[in-house]
């Protein structure tokens, strides 16, 4: 069954803000499709949504991407032919991303066999189930200051093996990583920008792949209000991609993050009941 234009619009809105809240947007995305009755949803509307969730991102953490670029750049310049004095906080937050990546650019590597394995309705509540959990511990840990200046690269690779969990539908990787994070001592505004910029290599990688499943399914009949449709769905997942990411940083900031486990405990009980109407 193909999804109406309304369709197309909820699902971008849905795909935003899930790709960001800590809730899963893989299971949000199964839960939608089986209640709109549809088996999955088009290669192109999937590819745009994708690329505006990946511009929403880049746009919010743009500041401090430039300066991590601007401190990489003059590193590589000799120190006595250096006109400003080197940023170190901004070079050591580089290289603690770059750890933190590693194993998100590992896991997609291995996307497209993972991708086959099929998950029934009761195993992504399961999945939600336990994303709710990791959800639910930073409440219980005391705050701390830490950045890359003093954590290692262990900590780095665990809040990136935590952003990997994206791959399982139930999983937040966002959730996860700052949830790790916190455990590590990191102070949770601090994680929730590293793992922002640390997703933005999560759904750049999951573009290549829309991209050449476009190279084998093709466009097929696609017409100019399909088109414009998909570029509506496109334009809502960006603007739900901010405002999560506003809510993110607010929730973040006034130790609120613990009550998306309440949601994600609920959408698993919801999930449940679906499996057992199937």
């Keep these: 069954m193909e999804l109406s234009a309304l369709e197309h619009l909820i699902y971008g809105i849905v795909a935003g803000l899930t790709d960001i809240l800590p809730v899963s947007e893989g299971a949000h995305s199964?839960?939608?499709?089986?209640?709109?009755?549809?088996?999955?949803?088009?290669?192109?509307p999937v590819l745009l949504i994708h690329l505006a969730i990946l511009a929403a991102i880049y746009l919010s953490s743009q500041a401090q991407l430039v300066k991590m670029s601007r401190a990489r750049r003059l590193a590589r310049i000799p120190k006595k032919r250096r006109k400003r004095p080197l940023d170190l906080r901004s070079l050591m937050d580089s290289r603690f991303l770059t750890t933190m990546m590693l194993p998100v650019v590992l896991v997609l590597l291995f996307y497209g066999r993972l991708s086959k394995i099929h998950f029934s309705l009761l195993a992504v509540a399961g999945l939600l189930f336990f994303n709710g959990i990791i959800l639910y511990i930073p409440q219980f840990l005391p705050g701390s200051?830490?950045?890359?200046?003093?954590?290692?690269?262990?900590e780095g690779a665990l809040m990136g093996l935590g952003g990997s969990l994206s791959v399982l539908p139930g999983m937040s990787g966002v959730g996860a990583s700052v949830s790790i994070g916190s455990i590590c001592g990191v102070e949770r505004s601090y994680a929730l920008n590293m793992t922002l910029m640390m997703n933005m290599a999560y759904v750049a990688g999951m573009i290549v792949y829309?991209?050449?499943?476009?190279?084998q399914t093709g466009l097929g009949g696609l017409t100019f209000q399909w088109a414009m449709i998909y570029l509506l769905a496109a334009a809502a997942a960006f603007v739900s991609t901010t405002l999560a990411i506003r809510v993110m940083r607010a929730l973040v900031t006034s130790h609120n993050y613990y009550l998306f486990a309440y949601y994600c405990w609920g959408i698993a009980l919801f999930a449940f009941i679906l499996n057992l109407m199937a």
């Design 30 to 44: 199964i839960l939608l499709l089986k209640v709109l009755g549809a088996k999955s949803i088009g290669g192109l």
């Design 145 to 154: 200051n830490k950045d890359a200046r003093s954590l290692s690269r262990v």
């Design 210 to 215: 829309d991209v050449l499943g476009l190279f």
